[in-house]
T-cell receptor, first 114, second 117 residues
């Protein structure tokens, strides 16, 4: 079974609209961390936002927020007021328990339309 | 967060040859990670490299194919040996830097785009 599931392979959104990128995860650990990364066409991986399993409030970083629904094992990324520069691949990822490694989802390609 | 550089940024290689990718960090780090991203795919961890010990490889990756060196706390190399077209990928190194809550966040280098002909 996949640990991280991103069900939207691609999305097209009009500039200035809000965007929600879906992510569900599977773990039996009580302690885990969830991450979102952005990968522009240049190939670099840019860290966006983090949510810990014990964090009671949803994480926010500028225009990025994480809609964390623990009971549903959901960690959707919300981008407010989208910009053309937001066009990229977005990966949801998780670290669980004592493990050092990060497991990535398959990603969602976001296209922002002018 | 740490500043990470990789060399080369891209290369085109002939099958059967080997390529060594360098990863340099501007601060001392305990663990360095090497990932592969095949075209249109997600990232897959190849191995974790700690200074002073042998790298730990993930299932499906072996030392003979992907030897890794970690001579000090700021530098690592990954060699892709006896390359085939299936090795065409982006190779990324990453390090932990900055704690996000209970877990360290991993930051990535700019990647090395490899095309094997």
């Amino acid at each position: 079974a996949q640990k991280i599931t991103q069900t939207q392979p691609g999305m097209f959104v009009q500039e200035k609209e809000a965007v929600t990128l879906d992510c569900t995860y599977d773990t039996s650990d009580q302690s885990y961390g969830l991450f979102w990364y952005k990968q522009p066409s240049s190939g670099e991986m840019i860290f966006l936002i983090y949510q810990g399993s014990y964090d009671e409030q949803n994480a926010t970083e500028g225009r990025y927020s994480l809609n964390f629904q623990k009971a549903r094992k959901s960690a959707n990324l919300v981008i407010s007021a989208s910009q053309l520069g937001d066009s990229a691949m977005y990966f949801c990822a998780m670290r669980e328990g004592e493990d050092d490694k990060i497991i990535f989802g398959k990603g969602t390609r976001l296209h922002i339309l002018p | 967060s740490a500043v990470i550089s990789q060399k080369p940024s891209r290369d085109i290689c002939q099958r059967g040859t080997s390529l060594t990718i360098q990863c340099q960090v501007d601060s001392q780090v305990t663990m360095m990670f090497w990932y592969r991203q095949q075209p249109g795919q997600s990232l897959t961890l190849i191995a974790t490299a700690n200074q002073g010990s042998e790298a730990t490889y993930e299932s499906g990756f072996v030392i003979d194919k992907f030897p890794i060196s970690r001579p000090n706390l700021t530098f690592s190399t990954l060699t892709v040996s006896n390359m085939s077209p299936e090795d065409s990928s982006i190779y990324l190194c990453s390090v932990e830097g900055g704690t996000s809550g209970s877990y360290e966040t991993q930051y990535f280098g700019p990647g090395t785009r490899l095309l094997v002909l």
